[in-house]
T-cell receptor
Framework: GQQVMQIPQYQHVQEGEDFTTYCNSS?????IQWYKQRPGGHPVFLIQLVKSGEVKKQKRLTFQFGEAKKNSSLHITATQTTDVGTYFC???????????FGTGTRLTIIP | DAGITQSPRHKVTETGTPVTLRCHQT?????MYWYRQDPGHGLRLIHY???????DKGEVSDGYSVSRSKTEDFLLTLESATSSQTSVYFC???????????FGPGTRLTVT
C-alpha cells in the first residue's frame, strides 16, 4: 500500500510557540487530507489539499501541499492548549484509492 | 459531527470468546470502514464496505470478519478474541472511497 511518513512522532511545545508537522510520500499524491484527534476522542477532518503548491489557512493553522505533490505540512502559529492532540495526514493509495493514514504527530502543550 | 454511533463503547472480554462491534450511520454514505488504533501504529484499516453485502479486506484483516446487511449498519466480528486484539476500534464513513472520512466515537476493547 501507499507509504507515507509523518514526522515528528511527538512534539512538546511551550504555549505560544509554533508547531509544524510534516507528511512525506515517495510517490506523487492526488490529494492529501489532514485530521485532528483530541485525547480520548476520534479523528476529525480538518482539510483537503488538491493542487500543487496549495496553501490553505484556518485561523492559526496553515496547510501546505508541496509543488511536487509529494509532501505536505501543517503549521500552527502561537499554540494554545486547545491545539493539544494528534494530527494525522491521510493519502489515497495509488491504484485502489483507499486512504492510508500517517502514524500521526502527537502535540502536547506546556502551559 | 456526522451521524455515526458505535456500540458498545467499552467492552472487556476473555480470550477465545466471540465479540461483535456495531457501527450505525444515519448519513446514507456508501462506504463504511473499520479501523483499529494502537500506540505507534496510527489508524490501520481492518475491513471496509462499498455497499450492502460488498466488503473487502484492509491491511490487518486476519482474525476479523465483517458484514453489512443494511446500508446503515456495519458489523465487525472477532470470532475468537485474542489479547493482541486489545485496541480502540473506530468506524468511519465516506461518500467516496478516497473521500473525507467521518469517524464514530470509538469502542475500547480489552481482551483478557
Amino acid at each position: 500500500g501507499q507509504q507515507v511518513m509523518q514526522i515528528p512522532q511527538y512534539q512538546h511545545v511551550q504555549e505560544g510557540e509554533d508547531f509544524t508537522t510534516y507528511c512525506n510520500s515517495s510517490t506523487t499524491l492526488s490529494n492529501i487530507q489532514w485530521y485532528k484527534q483530541r485525547p480520548g476522542g476520534h479523528p476529525v477532518f480538518l482539510i483537503q489539499l488538491v493542487k500543487s503548491g496549495e496553501v490553505k489557512k484556518q485561523k492559526r493553522l496553515t496547510f501546505q501541499f508541496g509543488e511536487a505533490k509529494k509532501n505536505s505540512s501543517l503549521h500552527i502559529t502561537a499554540t494554545q492548549t486547545t491545539d493539544v492532540g494528534t494530527y494525522f495526514c491521510a493519502v489515497p493509495n495509488f491504484g485502489n484509492e483507499k486512504l492510508t493514514f500517517g502514524t500521526g504527530t502527537r502535540l502536547t502543550i506546556i502551559p | 459531527d456526522a451521524g455515526i454511533t458505535q456500540s458498545p463503547r467499552h467492552k472487556v472480554t476473555e480470550t477465545g470468546t466471540p465479540v461483535t462491534l456495531r457501527c450505525h450511520q444515519t448519513e446514507n454514505h456508501r462506504y463504511m470502514y473499520w479501523y483499529r488504533q494502537d500506540p505507534g501504529h496510527g489508524l490501520r484499516l481492518i475491513h471496509y464496505s462499498y455497499g450492502v453485502k460488498d466488503t473487502d479486506k484492509g491491511e490487518v484483516s486476519d482474525g476479523y470478519s465483517v458484514s453489512r446487511s443494511k446500508t446503515e449498519d456495519f458489523l465487525l466480528t472477532l470470532e475468537s478474541a485474542t489479547s493482541s486484539q486489545t485496541s480502540v476500534y473506530f468506524c468511519a464513513i465516506s461518500e467516496g472511497l478516497a473521500g473525507v472520512q467521518y469517524f464514530g466515537p470509538g469502542t475500547r476493547l480489552t481482551v483478557t
